[in-house]
Nanobody, 115 residues
Framework: QVRLVESGGGLVQAGGSLRLSCAAS????????MAWYRQAPGKQRELVAS???????TYVDAVKGRFTISRDNAKSTVDLQMNSLKPEDTAVYYC?????????WGQGTQVTVSS
């Protein structure tokens, strides 16, 4: 059974920081592309950041220079360090794993940034 469990969301003031973590089980973590998506109220889910099995990273333009995705294959975790948070970063953040188009999702964690 595949499980992706996110943690670390919460309420923070603009300019603050949060670190999200996703713990994976039931997959061969090291060979999966891992990613963080977010969905704000009334908007479509969007890709925020991804990291390949080899450690290559991509970011949506809106978070470049502020967010950092990292993975620990030994612990089967993927983190998202979020700095200089803005109110527009408010959303539910989801962890995603993908291998050959077989993908899984976590349940999501709420991030709220107050102005």
């Amino acid at each position: 059974q595949v499980r992706l469990v996110e943690s670390g969301g919460g309420l923070v003031q603009a300019g603050g920081s949060l670190r999200l973590s996703c713990a994976a089980s039931g997959i061969i973590f090291s060979i999966n592309r891992m990613a963080w998506y977010r969905q704000a109220p009334g908007k479509q889910r969007e890709l925020v950041a991804s990291i390949t099995s080899g450690g290559g990273t991509t970011y949506v333009d809106a978070v470049k220079g502020r967010f950092t995705i990292s993975r620990d294959n030994a612990k089967s975790t993927v983190d998202l360090q979020m700095n200089s948070l803005k109110p527009e970063d408010t959303a539910v953040y989801y962890c995603n794993s993908n291998r050959l188009s077989r993908e899984f999702w976590g349940q999501g964690t709420q991030v709220t940034v107050s102005s």
